[in-house]
C-alpha cells in the first residue's frame, strides 16, 4: 500500500510526536507513506477567509506536488485540518471550474497544474482502518491496552466534509471506538466525541474557546476515562495541560503492538500519561521526563468535575 505523505506543518513542530507515531506505526503496518517533496502548509483556516483564490492555490500546489511524484493516486495527511483541506481543494476546483482556472493560473507560475479527481485524499485513520482493517491490526497486537479506559475524540472536521463520501454518523462515529477496542482497550461512551475543541478560538475569543474545552473534558472525566485519544493536532493541543493525558490514536497503536515509548514519542504532552499507561505495564522513564501543568492564572481552566454541579 502506497500513498502520498502530506504531513503538514504542526507534525513537524508541536506534534512532532504524531509524525513520529504516525511513521513508526506505518512501518509496522506495511504502509509505505512517501512525503511529498517540497510541501508546503496547507493554509489552515484563516488564508481562506483572506484571499480565496490564493489560499486554494496554495493547497492546490501540494495536490499537484503529489499528482506527479510516483505514479502516486493518493495523498494520506493525519492533520485533520490539513485532510480538510486538501479535500475541499480537490473538490471545489472540479466543482467551481473558474475557482479552478484561477487556482491553476497561480500554478503556472511554478510550472505546475492540477487535473481534479487526480487523488484520492485520505485521513490516516481512515487508511488504518479500511485498509489495513481491525481483524489485521489485531492479530498483531502483543500488549494489549486491556483495563486501559479510553475516549475515542474525533473532532470536528474528520467526519463533518460532506464532499461526496459519508461512511459514518456525523454526530456519533465510531470507527475509532472499534479500533481502539481491537487493542484491547475499554472504550468509554463519550457523548461530545465529535464536538468543536475551539480551534483557533484561544486566540480570538478566549472564554468561548475554555468553555468548549472544559466541556469536553468534563464529559470525559464524567465517564472515567484514562485517556483521551485524538486524530488532530489542533484537538491535542487545546485539550493538553489540564486534567487527562491527550494522546495520539498512532501512540496506542504503536503501544498495542510492543513499540517503545520513545519511538511513537510519548512524553512530549504536557500532562503526562504515566498513571494512565502503568495500567498496561507502561512507563515514560526517565528518558522522558513529566513536564509541569500549565500554571495558573486569570484565563486558567476550569477544572472538569465528575459530579454535576447543582
Not at 493538553?240 to 494522546?247: E, G, K, R, T, V
Not at 526517565?286 to 468535575?305: I, N, V, Y
Request: charged share 20%; aromatic share 6%.
Amino acid at each position: 500500500m502506497r500513498y502520498a505523505y502530506f504531513p503538514g506543518c504542526s507534525l513537524s513542530r508541536t506534534a512532532r510526536a504524531y509524525d513520529l507515531s504516525t511513521r513508526a506505526v506505518a512501518d509496522a503496518l506495511e504502509i509505505e507513506l512517501e512525503e511529498i517533496e517540497d510541501w508546503n502548509c496547507c493554509g489552515a483556516t484563516e488564508y481562506i477567509s483572506l484571499n480565496k483564490t490564493a489560499a486554494y492555490a496554495l493547497i492546490a500546489r501540494n495536490l499537484a506536488l503529489a499528482a506527479r511524484q510516483d505514479n502516486l493516486k493518493q495523498i494520506v495527511a493525519p492533520c485533520s485540518l490539513c485532510f480538510l483541506n486538501l479535500r475541499k481543494a480537490d473538490h471545489y476546483m472540479g466543482k467551481y471550474p473558474r475557482l479552478g482556472e484561477l487556482a491553476n493560473s497561480a500554478l503556472a507560475a511554478g510550472g505546475l497544474s492540477y487535473a481534479p479527481g487526480s487523488l484520492t485524499i485520505r485521513h490516516m485513520v481512515d487508511v488504518v482502518v479500511r485498509d489495513v482493517g481491525l481483524d489485521a491490526i489485531a492479530a498483531k497486537v502483543t500488549n494489549p491496552l486491556t483495563g486501559l479506559r479510553v475516549a475515542a475524540y474525533y473532532g470536528c472536521l474528520l467526519v463533518r466534509p460532506e464532499l461526496g463520501e459519508v461512511s459514518e454518523n456525523p454526530e456519533y462515529p465510531m470507527f475509532m471506538d472499534r479500533l481502539m477496542s481491537a487493542l484491547g482497550a475499554e472504550v468509554v461512551d463519550f457523548p461530545l466525541k465529535a464536538h468543536c475543541c475551539g480551534g483557533h478560538m484561544t486566540q480570538i475569543s478566549a472564554d468561548t474557546a475554555f468553555e468548549l474545552i472544559r466541556r469536553l473534558l468534563h464529559n470525559a472525566a464524567e465517564y472515567k476515562a484514562d485517556v483521551i485519544v485524538t486524530v488532530c493536532p489542533m484537538c491535542q493541543l487545546n485539550l493538553d495541560a489540564y486534567n487527562l493525558p491527550i494522546l495520539y490514536f498512532t501512540q496506542l497503536i504503536g503501544l498495542a503492538l510492543g513499540m517503545d515509548v520513545p519511538t511513537l514519542g510519548i512524553g512530549q504532552e504536557i500532562v503526562s500519561a504515566n498513571e494512565a499507561l502503568r495500567k498496561i505495564g507502561t512507563e515514560i522513564g526517565p528518558s522522558q521526563p513529566e513536564r509541569p501543568a500549565r500554571k495558573k492564572d486569570d484565563k486558567s481552566l476550569p477544572m472538569p468535575r465528575t459530579k454535576v454541579e447543582a
